[in-house]
């Protein structure tokens, strides 16, 4: 594809089920970003994949977050056991390598609600 | 720690210049970056300073001063279509993921 996707575009769930968010990014693209936006905030960095090594985690919020990437293709974000905090847009980018200028492209982002 | 600020909201004219703020304090610098963000949408690329002065493109242009942390995106013959959230984001070091500011929600108005 041309640009990043992103799926689903809008999930709502029931707090305390599992989500399963799914991120294409740009063929040949190398770094992988996953953001969190909440209503009317600033994008907050939760993780970042950058070839074969090992993920920058720092920005996860706690432990029910986690998320996986295979090779430089797909990833998907797991929230498990869903709060009302969670409720956010989720955002993807990619770029192609993760050093210094590199534009980072952002998918159209999943917008999760959690009741 | 990492801070960016910015302007929550501004008003400008359709037709005038808006001067959009930013100021910075990270461990490290490697480069400052500014993204627009329409409602509802993925944000996009609009420039990137990683030296002190002015990049210009087209009606958008971006200053740096890397010793006063001080960044600013120039709009120029605003059109309607420019009201949106213009995000400023820093680079801290290496390929370090970028830090965002809470964004900059423009009004263009007739």
């Known amino acids: 594809g041309a640009g990043v996707s992103q799926s689903p575009s809008n999930k709502v769930t029931e707090k305390g089920k599992d989500v399963e968010l799914r991120c294409d990014p740009i063929s040949g693209h190398t770094a992988l970003y996953w953001y969190r936006q909440r209503l009317g905030q600033g994008l907050e960095f939760l993780i970042y994949?950058?070839?074969?090594?090992?993920?920058?985690k720092s920005g996860l919020p706690s432990d029910r977050f986690s998320a996986e990437r295979t090779g430089e293709s797909v990833s998907t974000l797991t929230i498990q056991r869903t709060q009302q905090e969670d409720s956010a847009v989720y955002l993807c980018a990619s770029s192609r390598s993760g050093t210094n200028y590199n534009e980072q492209f952002f998918g159209p982002g999943t917008r999760l609600t959690v009741l | 720690g990492q801070n960016i600020d910015q302007p929550t909201e501004m008003t400008a004219t359709e037709g005038a210049i808006v001067q959009i703020n930013c100021t910075y304090q990270t461990s490290g610098f490697n480069g400052l970056f500014w993204y627009q963000q329409h409602a509802g949408e993925a944000p996009t690329f609009l420039s990137y300073?990683?030296?002190?002065g002015l990049e210009e493109k087209g009606r958008f242009s971006s200053f740096l001063s890397r010793s006063k942390g001080y960044s600013y995106l120039l709009l120029k013959e605003l059109q309607m279509k420019d009201s949106a959230s213009y995000l400023c984001a820093v680079r801290d070091e290496g390929n370090t993921p970028l830090v965002f500011g809470k964004g900059t929600r423009l009004s263009v108005i007739a």
């Open positions: 300073n990683v030296l002190d």
């Open positions: 994949f950058q070839g074969n090594s090992a993920p920058d």
